[in-house]
């Protein structure tokens, strides 16, 4: 499913327009985005948690060259589904 897709869906669900579908879920996409940025973590009970995982500076190895070069530090937006959302798949 796509973003027009999960627009479509939400607009038929929710009986509401696709443009107010379409507000909806980018108002969610960027609380979540600005809230990671800060460093918090994004809680939807039932559905699952969005956080962000920070990776530690590591040495890695350039594939064409086979020099050992440094891959910087960085964060990573990670999602870790809720109980609800597992048992609704199994």
Do not use: C, W, Y
């Amino acid at each position: 499913m796509n973003k027009a897709e999960l627009i479509t869906a939400v607009a038929e669900n929710a009986d509401m327009t696709k443009k107010d579908a379409e507000k909806v879920i980018k108002a969610f996409i960027d609380v979540v985005t600005e809230e990671l940025k800060k460093g918090e973590k994004v809680q939807v009970v039932g559905f699952g948690t969005f956080e962000v995982s920070e990776r530690a500076e590591r040495v890695g190895m350039n594939l064409h060259t086979r020099q050992p070069m440094t891959i910087p530090a960085s964060k990573t937006p990670k999602f870790k589904a809720g109980k609800a959302l597992k048992d609704a798949l199994n």
